[in-house]
Nanobody
């Protein structure tokens, strides 16, 4: 079982920055990848970034490349902490942001889709005003 908890959402003006954090606590499971997703009202959940553990790199959606950066700040036998630094925020970035973790190998080594992930957090709201 893997427990996922996000934190760090909030409200900011366009051009501002926010930092999200995600903690994945696992009990007997290995986390191979973690992802950030977002869902705006009336829209489907979309991938923002996927990070592979043990130096496997991060992949980003085109809409956030150059503005968002995912990084692992803690990786040990029991817990992994993944951060998402969001700069130059735009009103279009307004959404509920979700973190997800997966212990299996993803179908491709790239930006994962929601269906690729098993363990999900409850989400944290990000609101960007113009």
């Amino acid at each position: 079982q893997v427990q996922v908890v996000e934190s760090g959402g909030g409200s900011v003006q366009a051009g501002g920055s926010l930092r999200l954090s995600c903690s994945a606590s696992r009990f007997g499971y290995i986390v191979n990848a973690m992802g950030w997703f977002r869902q705006a009202p009336g829209k489907e959940r979309e991938a923002v970034a996927t990070t592979y553990m043990r130096g496997g790199g991060s992949f980003y959606a085109d809409s956030v490349k150059g503005r968002f950066t995912a990084s692992v700040s803690q990786e040990n036998a029991k817990n992994t902490t993944l951060n998402l630094q969001m700069n130059s925020l735009e009103p279009e970035d307004t959404a509920m942001y979700y973190c997800a973790a997966e212990s299996r190998t993803l179908p491709i080594h790239g930006l994962g889709a929601p269906i690729d992930f098993t363990y999900w957090g409850q989400g944290t709201q990000v609101t960007v005003s113009s």
